[in-house]
Structures are given as C-alpha cells and as structure tokens.
Nanobody, 127 residues
C-alpha cells in the first residue's frame, strides 16, 4: 500500500512563488511515473504536470508551461512542484498521484491512468 501526502500549499499573492511537495511511503513504492493535478471549485480535476520516475522525463499543461517545474528526489521518495509567477487562476486544490507500472508519457494527462492519490493541498493566489 502506497500513501501520498502533499504539503506546502498556502496563500500567496499574484506573481509570487510557492513549492508544494508530495512525500510517498509504503514498501511497494516504485512508481513508473507521478503527476500533479489540480481542481478548482466547480471545475473538473485537470492535469498540471507529470514526471517519469526513472528518467525524469517531464510533461506540462500548456497553462503552466514556463512557470511551473516538476521534479523528484528518488532517494527521499518525494516529488515537488515549483510554482512561479502565480496567477489567480492557479487557485485550486493540488493533488499528487502515482502510477505503479507501465504507461507512456502522453497518457499521464489522464487522471484515470493513476493508481493512487494524495489528499490534496490548497493553493490560493490572491490578486
């Protein structure tokens, strides 16, 4: 059983930066990939970024490309999302997710591709 715990969310002004983390635990943790999604009130969960766990290949949503950076520390079983130049439309609950095995990078935009999820962390950007 794998558990994911997000942290680092909070309130930040527009134009500011924030880094959220996702710590994984569990003896079976050996993902093929992990991702970040977000969900704003009244909206569907949307893809933000993903990373192949072994090689570090990354994929970003167009809306965050150039502003957000996904990374991972394999030794710490932790994934990060560095968010810069934040906008009010980035306000959402941010969820991390993991894929146990298989997949291809393009498929990682789909929430259904993932096997486990964290509980989410709130990010609020004030304008």
């Amino acid at each position: 059983q794998v558990q994911l715990v997000e942290s680092g969310g909070g309130l930040v002004q527009a134009g500011g930066s924030l880094r959220v983390s996702c710590a994984a635990s569990g003896r079976t943790f050996s993902p093929s990939a992990m991702g970040w999604f977000r969900q704003a009130p009244g909206k569907e969960r949307e893809f933000v970024a993903a990373i192949g766990w072994s090689r570090g290949t990354t994929l970003y949503a167009d809306s965050v490309k150039g502003r957000f950076t996904i990374s991972r520390d394999k030794a710490k079983n932790t994934m990060y999302l560095q968010m810069n130049t934040l906008k009010s439309e980035d306000t959402a609950v941010y969820y991390c997710s993991g894929k146990s095995q298989g997949t291809t990078i393009p498929m990682l935009v789909h929430p259904s591709e993932y096997d486990y999820w964290g509980q989410g962390t709130q990010v609020t950007v004030s304008s």
